[in-house]
């Protein structure tokens, strides 16, 4: 479905399949690469957020990830493989980083790295692939089920029905309903990627 409209000439979206918009990628659309980008790029931060990375080395390492996804997509043998790959190749560079603040005090260097994951950890990697997976989830949903969501699982504390209910322009007695119907959409949609 995704990959026929590659081939129709309709602009790449971050909602295609990976293996459409890599195919695009490798024929040369700018436009493929924006939305692989777009598509990945809460999962590479997530990694650099996990490493606790000050901002302007987060953009930098973001940055030097891309161009190792640039350099290196026409040599991924399994495109089905790209999610994992993504949050390896940001964790590799996440520990490298770690590794060049050896030479900082002792005692800022055991603050910084204390409880940081290791590049190489497989569940570590298994579960920032799986919350990759859930993301890709949510954005399949429409865009209220979408805000409903992240209201409702992802702030913290989460938002009181009422709260939700008025910024979403609903009657509070509805969010229930509509946020067991969200969950039945997102849990289909998470089956269609593999969750």
């Not at 570590?124 to 692939?129: F, G, K, T, V």
């Not at 979403?168 to 949609?189: D, V, W």
């Amino acid at each position: 479905m995704v990959l026929a409209a590659a081939v129709s000439g309709k602009t790449p979206t971050a909602q295609w399949e990976d293996a459409a918009l890599v195919e695009a990628c490798l024929a040369g659309d700018e436009r493929a690469w924006v939305a692989l980008i777009e598509k990945y790029k809460r999962l590479i931060y997530s990694v650099l957020m996990k490493y606790r990375m000050p901002e302007q080395d987060a953009a930098d390492v973001f940055q030097a990830v891309c161009l190792d996804l640039y350099t290196e997509l026409g040599q991924l043998r399994e495109v089905g493989a790209l999610r994992g790959w993504l949050a390896r190749v940001a964790a590799n560079k996440c520990f490298h980083w770690r590794r060049r603040g050896i030479n900082r005090p002792e005692e800022e260097l055991d603050e910084k790295v204390h409880g940081l994951p290791e590049a190489g950890d497989p569940e570590w990697l298994q579960a920032l692939e799986r919350e990759q997976v859930v993301r890709e989830g949510i954005d399949r949903l429409s865009p209220r089920c979408q805000e409903l969501v992240r209201m409702l699982f992802f702030e913290d504390p989460p938002r009181p029905y009422e709260d939700v209910a008025r910024e979403l322009g609903l009657a509070t007695g509805s969010i229930g309903f509509i946020r067991g119907r969200c969950l039945e959409k997102l849990a289909a949609a998470l089956e269609e990627v593999g969750l």
